[in-house]
């Protein structure tokens, strides 16, 4: 007599949802970024991506009990449910993790005194004294620099460095003198395609200039430390083109001795 050995249906259903759960959570992501749907509708969808994994791993690990009980058929198709629904909640842990490291601020910037101005309709408000200890703790690199090169040499370079990380541009102000300032901004593209505004403000003084930074998120209450990163990797990279330049720079000639013999 031949046994008949089923399959588990807690496995079957594991399978199902941890594979309707990574393309859920996946493909919204490149809509996200292209544009395609809001940040808002985005949100949704992630959350729902979030409630199927987690449905498909209950399943799968009450598949694995079951069938180590029954001894049914479904092992692998119970640890594909356990895989997808892994992939899919993975980077929320990675969220979650940076949610915890970082102040709950959504706005960031090297002057609190006198932010850089922006220029999208993003509502924001002044940073609190508990705010700003936070942040200035969370991103000790991310300062107001102080440059002894002219304003629009700096300029330059900044606008290339903002070209070169493809930032969209958003509006430009060259500084016309050595006195006058100038400002750059553009809108950065996250991974999971939230955009944030970055505004850098280049100020021309009797010793060189001044660059401040602000970098905002254009929705939500969070960045998840996102701009301060930002800032500090722009104003490291900025640091570093204006090292080599003055260090490729030509020495002055020096003065001819006066009176040849």
């Known amino acids: ?37 809001t940040s808002d509708d985005f949100h949704i969808i992630e959350v729902i991506a979030i409630g199927v994994a987690a449905l498909a791993l209950f399943l799968a690990f009450g598949a694995f009990a079951r069938l180590w009980v029954t001894g049914d058929r479904g092992w692998g198709k119970a640890t594909m449910g356990l895989l997808f629904g892994l992939l899919c909640l993975g980077p929320l842990a990675f969220i979650v993790a940076l949610a915890l490291r970082y102040p709950p601020v959504s706005d960031i910037t090297t002057d609190f005194a006198r932010p850089p101005g922006l220029v999208s309709q993003v509502e924001t408000s002044p940073w609190t ?65 939230w955009r944030d505004e970055v505004a850098i403000r280049i100020t021309g003084n009797a010793q060189g200039s001044v660059v401040a930074m602000r970098s905002t998120a254009l929705h939500g209450i969070h960045d998840l430390g996102e701009n301060g990163r930002r800032i500090e990797d722009f104003l490291a990279a900025l640091d570093n083109q204006i090292t080599l330049m003055m260090r490729d720079a030509p020495l002055a000639p020096a003065p001819e001795a006066a009176g040849g013999g």
């Open 1 to 37: 007599m031949r046994i008949l050995i089923r399959t588990s249906k807690w496995a079957i259903w594991a399978r199902r949802f941890g594979s309707l759960a990574l393309p859920l959570a996946v493909v919204p992501v490149f809509m996200h970024r292209e544009r395609l749907i």
């Open 129 to 193: 004294a508990p705010q700003r200890t936070a942040i200035e703790s969370a991103f000790p690199n991310a300062r107001t620099r102080t440059y002894p090169i002219e304003a629009p040499q700096i300029y330059a370079l900044a606008a290339q460095l903002v070209d070169a990380k493809g930032w969209e541009p958003r509006a430009r102000r060259e500084p016309q003198t050595t006195l006058a300032e100038g400002q750059v901004n553009a809108v950065a593209t996250t991974l999971l395609g």
